[in-house]
């Protein structure tokens, strides 16, 4: 019931920043949380950062201080600010959101890619 797209990924050197987006449509109005997981080759998926709709933002510990999170309820979208971007950053980067029901719902990716 809700589609996501992400955009904004891309080629980077280390040090450098970039801003990726998501924007959610479909049964939007169901949504609580939004946010940000990554996957690099070879490694399991992990939490980057996420939002409540109120505001709550959590973020990975690996990430604290380079990236911030926010988000626009109006427009059903969902953004991370990456900045000192490292060579370890470099993953897919997937969209989340989960609705008030608990079910979470999926991007398809969008890669970012550090180079040193």
């Known amino acids: 019931q809700v589609q996501l797209v992400e955009s904004g990924g891309g080629l980077v050197q280390a040090g450098g920043a970039l801003k990726l987006s998501c924007a959610a449509s479909?049964?939007?109005?169901?949504?609580?949380?939004m946010g940000w997981y990554r996957q690099a080759p070879g490694k399991e998926r992990e939490l980057v950062a996420t939002?409540?709709?109120?505001?709550?933002?959590i973020y990975a510990e690996s990430v604290k201080g380079r990236c911030t999170i926010s988000r626009d309820n109006a427009k059903n979208s969902v953004y991370l600010q990456m900045n000192s971007l490292k060579p370890e950053d470099t993953a897919v980067y997937y969209c989340?959101?989960?609705?008030?029901?608990?079910?979470?719902?999926w991007g398809q990716g969008t890669q970012v890619t550090v180079s040193s």
């Open positions: 479909g049964s939007t109005i169901s949504i609580n949380i």
């Open positions: 939002v409540s709709r109120l505001g709550t933002k």
């Open positions: 989340i959101s989960r609705d008030w029901g608990q079910t979470n719902y």
